[in-house]
């Protein structure tokens, strides 16, 4: 073969290993848990999918089911369950389950470590305090969770926290390109000036120590945004008491107009 037959021969097979190794989904279905133990599980862990109607719950049980065939779920140091498999699928589906064409463009794979981590995901010596981070860089397409945050997430019933919740909204913020707490998909262009004035307040009312909101949230709008919508999913009658300006706004962010129902955890 010519030289430049070659060479371009080279570029093709490089770049559909890049493809493959970066932004492809997996080809082969990935094994599931036998649809009767999901649907147990959603039962029993989920609230979200408790307060279902029966069809929202098949529809529920679905996307659950479409997100693991295709998106891998490996332990790091421990052995992934079917509880951590299912409550990994609820939380993707929790926020966008009102927009049924969602798909997580953005993700290949979940890492699971036991505890917390730190910035370089070690996980040992000081100062491990990161309980879950979507990657960058090299780490693009990938979700690293704390497997005792996320299970924590669905049992602990009295707090507003939800590790994997907020993950996967900052996963739907980053779709547009910027992490800004702006989806552009579910905050409509006449929303995003009220919701953006909404949440500089919000973080005002932090940061002066006058707000039940995880401080967290006050260190910019992507946090704000993530930090919020757990306490919605989580809490959402006690969102309603205390901040009900807020809870209505969420609802529309997170409810296209026409919907029938809000999402209840
Ligand atoms: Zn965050």
């Given at each position: 073969m010519p030289f430049g037959a070659v060479a371009l021969l080279i570029l093709v097979f490089l770049v559909v290993w890049l493809v493959r190794r970066t932004g492809s989904r997996p080809k082969t279905p990935i094994p599931l848990p036998d649809s009767d133990s999901i649907a147990t599980i959603l039962s029993t862990e989920i609230r979200f999918y408790q307060k279902l109607d029966a069809d929202n719950q098949t529809a529920f049980r679905r996307r659950v089911i479409h997100f693991l065939q295709t998106t891998r779920i490996t332990g790091v140091n421990t052995n992934v369950e079917e509880t951590d498999r299912v409550m990994i699928g609820a939380s993707a589906v929790i926020?966008?389950?009102?927009?049924?064409?969602?798909?997580?463009?953005?993700?290949?794979e979940v890492l699971l470590y036991p505890e917390t981590f730190d910035e370089?995901?070690?996980?040992?010596?000081?100062?491990?305090?990161?309980?879950g981070m979507v990657g960058n860089?090299?780490?693009?397409y990938v979700m690293v969770l704390s497997q005792h945050a996320l299970r924590e997430g669905f049992?602990?019933?009295?707090?507003?926290?939800n590790t994997a919740i907020h993950e996967f909204v900052h996963l739907v913020d980053k779709t547009d390109g910027d992490v800004d707490g702006v989806p552009e998909e579910l905050v409509s262009h006449k929303l995003a000036g009220p919701w953006i004035k909404m949440m500089h307040d919000q973080i005002s009312e932090i940061r002066k120590g006058?707000?039940?909101?995880?401080?967290?949230?006050?260190?910019?709008q992507s946090e704000f945004l993530a930090v919020a919508s757990e306490y919605f999913f989580e809490r959402p009658e006690l969102l309603k008491r205390k901040h009900p300006e807020l809870y209505d706004m969420l609802e529309k962010i997170f409810l296209r107009p026409g919907t029938k129902k809000a999402p209840q955890a």
């Open positions: 926020p966008i389950f009102r927009f049924p064409d969602w798909e997580y463009s953005n993700l290949n370089k995901f070690r996980q040992a010596g000081r100062g491990r305090s990161v309980l860089g090299p780490m693009q049992r602990n019933k009295t707090d507003k926290n006058q707000s039940d909101i995880n401080p967290y949230g006050a260190t910019n």
